[in-house]
Structure formats: C-alpha cells, structure tokens
C-alpha cells in the first residue's frame, strides 16, 4: 500500500517537484551547517562541547551548526523564542489578540513582528554562546577583536535569517512547515555519527544490550505515535431549530481534546530555563570577589548532578504542560461558542457546567500527556545511568520532535491527494 501511494506522489508532476525542491533546500542548509567561521579552533570546540551535556542538547537541535560554529551556528531557536514570544503576547495583550483574529492579515502582521524580533534574539544569543566559549579553559577562539565579534554576531545572525527565508520557502510548498523540516533534518543528519559511536562502545559480548536498546527505540517510537495522535472525543449534539420552512440542526458530532496538546513547547521551554543559571554562573568564574566565584561554582556543579538535573528537568516539563495547555485552550469560550450555536454535550447542562466538565476532562487527559512528554526528556538521562553510555544525545525529545514532523508532512501530501481526487471528480 506505501509503494503505490509512493508510486502515486511521483507521478503527480507538482507534488513531485514540490518533494525535491525541498530536499533541495535541505541539502542546502546541511551544507550552510558545514562552513564554520574562520578563526575558530574546532577541535577545542568539539571538545568542550562533548563535556557539556547541556550544549550537547542544543547542538543536536542545532542540527550540528553549532559545535562547528557555523555560519548557522544559532540555527532557528531564535525564531522558535520570538515565536513562542508572540504565542504567549497574543494571549495575555488584547490588541495583538484582537489582530491575530483578523484572518491571514493579522497573521502576517504577527509573521513579521515575530521575524523582526529573532534578528536582536540572534545577535544576543549569538554573544551569550561567544562569551561562555570564552569562559571555558581551551583557547577556542584564536583571535577575538571587537571587530571579529562585530563579524562573527553578525554571520551567525545573518545565518538564521537565511534559514527563516529557507523555511519559509518550503512551508510554501506545503510538504509540511518549513522550520520543523529544518529541525528535523538537523536531527537525522547527526544520526549516523551518534550510532556509531554508541556502537563503537559495544564488543561483542555486549550485544544483547545493543538489542535492548534498539527495541526501547521502536516503542519509545511508537508512544511517541500515540500519544501525538491521542484524542478524546467528547460528544457533542446539536439541537434541532426550525427557520423559515427549513430545519437545521440535529446532529450528533464530536469534539476532539489531544492529550499532547502542547507539542514540544514543554520541553523547549524547559530547556532554556535549565540551561539559563549555569551560563550564567560562568561569567562569573573570573570575578574577583571569591564569594560569587564560589556560588558560580556550585551553581555549575549542581546542575551538572545527573539526578538534580533529571529530576528538574522532568518537573519543568511537567508544570509547562500544564501551563501551556491552560493558556491555549480555553473551555470558558468553547462552551459559550457550543451554547451559542445550540450544541451541547450530553448528559452536561449548557454554560458553566460544560466549561467545568471540559476542564476537569483535560486535565485528567493532560496528566497523561505530561507524564509522557517528562518521561520522553530524561529518557537519555535514564538510560546512560543504567549503561553508561555518554553517546546517546539523540533521545526521546528528538524522536518525539521527528516522528511529529514525519506526521505532519504524510498529513499535507496526504491532503494533497485528496484534493487532486476532488479535482479529477
């Protein structure tokens, strides 16, 4: 059934062409992601790197740009902030709520604020990388003037505003958005060097613990299936209205409540508030009064505790589920919307009692989805306790985020085809 769905897709000339013109693009940020900065000891950098568990997160986000400093060294975490950024202003300002309901203009009015804030987000997450690569014992960079640290910010923003324009460019092909591919694609570029240096660990007396690892790679895999495509679906009734001499009304639908409703934003969030204390205690390593020298220390060495870090780790994804999910969905305007068009849930009174059944609905669902989604973040950590094993940087947050971009893209060409077959009709 896949090969002739494949056979399909190549087939149709446009899908065929809007396919390549994306690996296209991809192979282009893949080779942007190669070029690194002149100036730049890369094997100290590899280096500081690998003993950084927490950058290793973020280099593997990053596609690998990162631990080469690249030209797309920030990659499009400071979109993904800005965007976030937005996410979160459009529900708390009511001027900018009211322009995000005015269809595709507002959209694009908050398309291109959100734009305009990832170019400052660049240059100053570029300058906080450069500053903690300075604070770090090897001698990285081999020669860094004012004017130099003027280049480099500027490349490495200039290199997430070409990635932006890549992403924008692919979205418009409608395979699926354009900055999750280029997440995605970041991921599964970094997969090959990751098994073969965990295989690399392995003799050949170990080779049953090879065997369990793979096999919690497939069902770690299909959770991840699950629970992005888990729903709840509520029933819903509409009652019969007579207007004029016609009757609408009378039937009986659904409405669908996810149990992941929050993506990965949990975990993204969770990361940067992790990562924030112990980049900031480096800068203060080298201050001359020994009582912050001695809390920078501390600062650093508890977080670098695998349990304390785990166990944070798991908590902060756990309360931005929550959070996430209470500012996204709002069961108060669901129900006044059901009430208005005459719907109702039954066996639930309309009004108030619809709002606080939903409610009490979603957080049991949520609870679920939160569980997996902090299970998923400190899987890696879980299993290197057990093993040992240092090379697993690829862990469930990274599965989670390709399984849900290889969903959403079936789910567009998908859709695509149904609409050529409405077309055909």
Known sequence: MWLKKLIQ????????NSILFVGAMLIIFRIAAHIPIPGIDTVALKQFFASNQLLGIMNVLSGGGMENFSIVAMGVAPYITASIIFQLLVMIVPKLEEISKEGDTGRQKINRWTRWLSVPLAAMQGYGLIALLRQSSGAIFLD????????????VTAGTVFLMWLGELISEKHIGNGISLIIFA?????????????????????????????????????????????????????AKRVRGMKMYGGVNTHLPLRVNMAGVIPIIFAISIILFPPMIAQFF????????????????ALFQNQLFYGISYFILVFGFTFFYTEVVFKPDQIAENLQKQGGFIPGIRPGRHTMEYLSNTTHKIILAGALFLGLIAVLPLILRGFTGVTTLAIGGTSLLIVVSVVIESFKQIESQLTMRDYDGL
């Not at 897709?9 to 065929?16: H, S």
């Not at 793979?214 to 509409?238: H, K």
């Open 285 to 300: 390593l080298a201050a001359k009064t020994q009582i912050l020298v001695t809390i920078a220390e501390g600062t650093i």
């Open 9 to 16: 897709i190549w087939k149709i000339k446009d899908l065929r």
């Open 186 to 238: 970041g991921i599964v570029s970094s997969l090959p060097s990751v098994l073969q240096q965990t295989i690399a660990v392995f003799d050949s007396s170990q080779i049953i613990t090879l065997g369990l690892f793979a096999i919690i790679a497939v069902l770690t895999i299909v959770g991840v299936v699950i629970i992005s495509e888990g729903q709840r679906n509520v029933p819903v009734s509409y």
């Open 144 to 155: 860094l003037s004012n004017w130099r640290l003027f280049m480099i910010l500027t490349t």
